[in-house]
């Protein structure tokens, strides 16, 4: 009964390729998110949608591609990946209806080698 | 300067103490204010929202002040599994869907 899960959990890849991670959450939100958790340990927002609908685009290289087919899904796809991405990103989602406090997924590992 | 800042530790604290984590924002019309916990190599979850009137949970006791723009945690009678790190977590005004998280103050407790 996961609320926020996220596939694959770990992710190694060489540079150049391109690769999907995927986002499904089950707590009927309508507002989910991709955020980028670099080596730092900095934890910073990448994109938002809302009902399918794209809210927020922070500065992020137009390599990344998020799509939503419907509001239980995120999908975030990456082009040309470079040694940078290398991160974990984690997918999260929340309701208006109870303000902005948001639920994470477990996260997806990615190394670029 | 940053809009989230805390200190990052880490805070080194025995069984049964008492530790208070500070934290401070830049934008004075922030309207959301969390405190979250992440474990090692795990998700962030939501340990408290924080309200102006200062809010308690079990342990854990959140205050804010906005004149100042500072955000505090306080844990009680600590307990091994608080090892974490507590994010400080304010959401933005001009999107109240963005959040934005500071850095992180690691905790570790000991035997």
């Known amino acids: 009964d996961t609320a926020v899960s996220q596939t694959p959990k770990y992710l190694v890849t060489q540079m150049g390729n391109d690769k999907s991670i995927k986002c499904e959450q089950n707590?009927?939100?309508?507002?989910m998110y991709w955020y980028k958790q670099d080596s730092k340990k900095f934890l910073k927002i990448m994109f938002s949608?809302?009902?399918?609908?794209?809210?927020i685009n922070e500065t992020v290289p137009n390599r990344f591609s998020p799509k939503s087919p419907d509001k239980a899904h995120l999908n975030l796809h990456i082009n040309s990946l470079e040694l940078g991405d290398s991160a974990v990103y984690f997918c999260?989602?929340?309701?208006?209806?109870?303000?902005?406090?948001?639920?994470f997924g477990q996260g997806t590992r990615l190394t670029v080698v | 300067r940053k809009e989230v800042e805390q200190d990052p530790g880490p805070f080194n604290v025995p069984e049964g103490a008492t530790v208070a984590f500070n934290c401070t924002y830049s934008?004075?019309?922030?309207?959301?204010f969390f405190w979250y916990r992440q474990d090692c190599r795990k998700e962030p979850k939501l340990l408290m929202s924080?309200?102006?009137s200062g809010n308690e949970d079990g342990r854990f006791t959140a205050q804010l002040n906005r004149a100042s723009q500072y955000i505090s945690l306080l844990i009680r009678d600590s307990k091994l599994s608080d090892s974490a790190t507590y994010l400080c977590?304010?959401?933005?005004?001009?999107?109240?869907?963005?959040?934005?998280f500071g850095t992180g103050t690691r905790l570790q407790v000991f035997p």
């Open positions: 977590v304010v959401s933005s005004p001009y999107n109240t869907d963005k959040l934005i």
């Open positions: 949608y809302n009902n399918k609908e794209l809210i």
């Open positions: 934008n004075s019309a922030s309207q959301s």
């Open positions: 707590l009927g939100h309508d507002t």
């Open positions: 999260a989602s929340s309701t208006r209806d109870r303000g902005p406090e948001a639920f």
């Open positions: 924080v309200y102006s």
